[in-house]
């Protein structure tokens, strides 16, 4: 090894017998959870992770949304915020192309997707596994809704087949029905970045024109790209654009 090179190899983890400290029991990990793992690992190491925090006001979106429940239910759809952000999503990945893209397998250019798949992030008991909604640019709230409900159900029941986890362009990872404020979600690879979604919560926000505070619904969103392909201005372009359609529903309809 060269002088000033140093090796990126991790040192070996050290065997500890753990049961001379207490009671232990050994548990063995899940089929799903091995193979995710080592697919994390490998993403953390090989894409260089940035992440982008900013805040979009979902409140007027939220009503919206519940108001069109009765119509989704008479359809035999759930209505989920999810179906909505990836609506937005797509029309982020249009405005910015370098989001939809991979790079190719030498690192020397960029293949970029003139299709869009929206991978979810979806909890089963055997662990995380990422369906994917195919051509969601031509399909609205309720259609993408009714996607993510079937995908969920084939998750939860063990029934997904290989080709629904595949092809994907971009994911979300939403952890907003159990909790928590922001999160660094690991690039699911190929692709070059990934949307986290945190709990919304009621905030006062000011309003320049009443020059008083309101409040807002806010929900927070990270988004962790790889800085090989995106820099910081983009990642921080992508997320206004993000902002901004979901805090308006007619820009998000369009």
């Known amino acids: 090894m060269g002088a000033g090179v140093s090796s990126l190899a991790a040192l070996p983890m050290p065997v500890i017998d753990f049961s001379q400290f ?27 992770h940035v992440t982008q925090f900013d805040e979009a006001d979902i409140t007027d979106l939220e009503d919206f949304r519940k108001s069109m429940q009765a119509e989704a239910e008479k359809r035999g759809v759930k209505l989920t915020m999810l179906a909505f952000l990836i609506k937005a999503s797509v029309n982020a990945l249009k405005a910015y192309p370098n989001f939809n893209a991979s790079l190719s ?18 909890d089963t008991p055997d662990g995380l596994v990422v369906p994917v909604v195919k051509d969601v640019q031509q399909k609205d709230v309720l259609d993408i809704a009714r996607d993510l409900a079937e995908l969920s159900t084939k998750a939860r029941e063990r029934k997904l087949k290989v080709e629904e986890m595949q092809g994907g362009c971009f994911t979300i990872s939403s952890l907003g029905g159990i909790g928590g404020t ?22 006062p926000v000011y309003d320049i024109k009443t020059k008083t505070f309101e409040p807002r619904l806010m929900l927070p969103m990270s988004l962790s790209y790889d800085h090989r392909v995106v820099d910081g201005a983009d990642g921080a372009r992508f997320t206004s654009h993000m902002r901004m359609m ?9």
């Open 22 to 48: 207490g009671a232990i029991e050994t548990k063995a990990l899940s089929r799903i959870k091995k193979l995710s793992g080592a697919n994390l690992h490998r993403n953390w190491v090989t894409a260089p």
């Open 246 to 254: 979901l805090s308006d529903v007619r820009r998000l309809l369009l």
């Open 182 to 203: 922001m999160f660094t979600p690991i690039i699911n690879c190929p692709e070059v970045a990934i949307l986290g979604i945190s709990r919304s919560s009621m905030q």
């Open 105 to 122: 397998p030498d690192g020397d250019s960029l293949i970029l997707k003139n299709y869009f798949n929206i991978g979810f992030a979806c």
